[in-house]
């Protein structure tokens, strides 16, 4: 259940009340007639039937570890046998998505799992602090999160090409200063626009190959971003959206995305702004689950005289 700050993406565990979803899954979905203002309802989304069946079935074991699990198992990654994994879409995304999950986020609460289970080959999951050095390769990664040098999805081909260009950074901090005149002259290169940049860079392969998310709380978040190993890496900020996490941090504003919503419109905006194509829901199916627990509970509160 990862939030973001304002225009972050970091997972967030509950500080609200607890609401078990399973006292919930075992209530029946009513007609959505009451929910025409699911923000979600617009998503482009295989069939939830398979869901309907599984929540009216109840718990199920995991095909790995044997456990009892409502539609997933979280620490498996993987759905339960109630639910056919033929029957679950899969989603090819444009680059690769690490997701660094702090050791103290809840596993049956991160909605972190819901893109392993969905995008299964670009997707993979690390328990802090066992990450991976990502030193060699900070020319074609990025980092989601709302530092002081973080840029617009937008720029990101503009500003990781400073780190290809050797010579022009000689530290982290220069990576993020424009070149200077001199050094444009040198290299003709340099004197790209941010949009020259980007327009370029369909033809040539976009540089950026892999996407960081960080799953945690945002007090846990501090311990995970001042890691040596994530230091130098081009750090990304979202578009300011409005979670629908039933989740939600206690006390937080509305701009806290959950982990899937905040990997869900990077990947929109990238789609629009980097490629340059226009988008057609080809990421709908990343809120699959999420969008089907979003309707469940809140369905649930209203029938229990909440909304």
Sequence with gaps: CCVFQLTM?????????????????????QTP???QDNPLQQLQLASQE?????????????????????????????PVESVPTKEIP?????????????????DGKSTAVHAKLLAPDDVTIYKYPCIPEYEEKKHEIALIFPGPNSVSVK??????????????????????????????????????????????????GTRLKKIIFIDSTWNQTNKIITDERLQGLLQIELKTRKTCFWRHQKGKPDTY?????????????YHQEVLKENYKGQYDNLLFFFSFMYTLIKNAKCCAGKE
Excluded: W
């Design 9 to 29: 993406s970091l997972s967030s565990s509950t500080q609200g009340p607890k609401r078990s979803t399973e006292s919930l899954e075992s209530q029946e979905l």
């Design 33 to 35: 007639s009451s929910f």
């Design 50 to 78: 398979v869901l309907e069946k599984a929540k009216k079935s109840g718990r199920s074991k995991c095909p790995r570890c044997s456990s009892s699990r409502m539609f997933y198992c979280y620490t498996c990654f993987v």
């Design 90 to 106: 899969t989603v090819k995304l444009p680059l690769k998505i690490d997701i660094i999950k702090h050791p103290n986020e809840t």
């Design 155 to 204: 720029d990101i081909a503009f500003h990781l090409q400073k780190y290809t260009n050797k010579g022009v950074c000689n530290s982290d901090d220069d990576c993020f200063k424009e070149p200077v005149l001199k050094q444009a002259k040198i290299e003709p290169k340099e004197e790209k626009s941010p949009n020259q940049c980007i327009s370029s860079s369909r033809n040539e």
């Design 257 to 269: 995305l959950s982990t899937i919503e905040a990997i869900y419109y990077f990947l929109v905006d």
